[in-house]
C-alpha cells in the first residue's frame, strides 16, 4: 500500500488557493497564475484540505482560475528523473484521484467557470464538475499521447466518455487537438458560453435555484446521477490509473538512459 503524506492541518493557509464563502456558495480559486495554475503536490493537497473539510452547508462550490487560463496541466516539473521508479507520479495520481472523487461526489453542485485554457489535468478538473460555463477564449486540450503518457489522470478518461461519448472522446485523446468554446458547448465539455463580462453571472444564475433546494433531495439526486453515468468499479479501470502512469513515465526515464 503507498503510503501518502499526510494532510495540511484545518486552518492551516492554503498556499496555491484563494476560497472564499459567502452563503452556501464556496468558491474556489486556482491561484498560481504565473504557473497557469499547473496542477502540482501541493495545489492536490490545498483542494483536498478544503473539499475534506467543506461547510455542510455549502450548497453549491465553484471553481475557478485566476489569470489568462483556468488551468495548463499538471506541472511536469515534479517528474523528476530522479525518480527512476516513478514513486512520486504514483503517489501524485493516489492524491490526484481522491480530489477528483472529491469533486465528483461532492454533495454540493459544483460550477466549473472556465477561462483561456484548460489543458490536460485542467481540462479534467472542469470535466468533474457538474456544470460548466466557458468565455469566448475558453479552449480544451489533451496532449498527453504527444508527451508520452497514457490518459491516466484522475479518471479523467470515464468521465470524458461519459460525458462527451466514446468516439468523440477517441478523437480528443489520440489526436491532442484544441477544442474552441463553441465546439466544446457542441461537445458538452462546456453547459453555457457567454461573453467573459457575463460569466459570474452566469454561475449565479445556476446558483440561485440551486441553493434553495433541499440537501437531503440534491445529495440523493447527485448519487444517483453518479451512480447511473459511473462504470461499476470492478470495471473501472482509474483505480489501475496512477500505476499505468507511474510505469510509463519510469519506462520514458529508462528509455531516455538507454545508451
Not at 39 to 53: F, I, Q
Request: proline share 7%; with cysteine.
Amino acid at each position: 500500500m503507498t503510503i501518502l503524506p499526510p494532510l495540511p492541518r484545518p486552518g492551516l493557509s492554503l498556499k496555491t488557493l484563494r476560497v472564499h464563502q459567502q452563503g452556501a456558495v464556496l468558491s474556489i480559486e486556482l491561484s498560481t497564475p504565473e504557473q497557469g495554475n499547473a496542477v502540482t503536490d501541493m495545489m492536490l493537497d490545498d483542494l483536498r484540505a478544503v473539499l475534506d473539510h467543506q461547510d455542510p452547508q455549502v450548497r453549491v462550490v465553484v471553481l475557478s482560475g485566476a489569470g489568462d487560463d483556468f488551468c495548463l496541466g499538471g506541472d511536469r516539473s515534479e517528474f523528476v528523473p530522479t525518480d527512476p521508479a516513478a514513486e512520486g507520479v504514483r503517489i501524485s495520481g493516489i492524491k490526484a484521484r481522491r480530489v477528483y472523487e472529491a469533486l465528483t461526489g461532492n454533495p454540493a453542485v459544483t460550477i466549473a467557470r472556465v477561462q483561456g485554457r484548460a489543458v490536460g489535468a485542467g481540462l479534467g478538473l472542469a470535466l468533474a464538475c457538474d456544470l460548466r460555463v466557458g468565455s469566448p477564449d475558453a479552449s480544451f486540450r489533451l496532449p498527453e499521447l504527444a508527451l508520452g503518457l497514457p490518459t491516466a489522470w484522475a479518471g479523467i478518461l470515464p468521465r470524458l466518455i461519459n460525458e462527451v461519448g466514446t468516439a468523440r472522446a477517441r478523437d480528443l485523446v489520440l489526436t491532442g487537438r484544441a477544442v474552441d468554446a463553441q465546439e466544446a458547448l457542441s461537445l458538452s465539455l462546456l453547459h453555457k458560453v457567454v461573453p467573459a463580462e457575463a460569466i459570474d453571472a452566469a454561475v449565479a444564475a445556476w446558483a440561485k435555484p440551486i441553493i434553495r433546494r433541499p440537501p437531503a433531495a440534491l445529495r440523493v439526486t447527485k448519487t444517483l446521477f453518479n451512480s447511473y453515468s459511473a462504470a461499476t468499479l470492478l470495471a473501472d479501470a482509474s483505480v489501475l490509473e496512477a500505476e499505468l502512469m507511474a510505469a510509463a513515465v519510469a519506462e520514458t526515464h529508462r528509455a531516455a538512459d538507454a545508451p
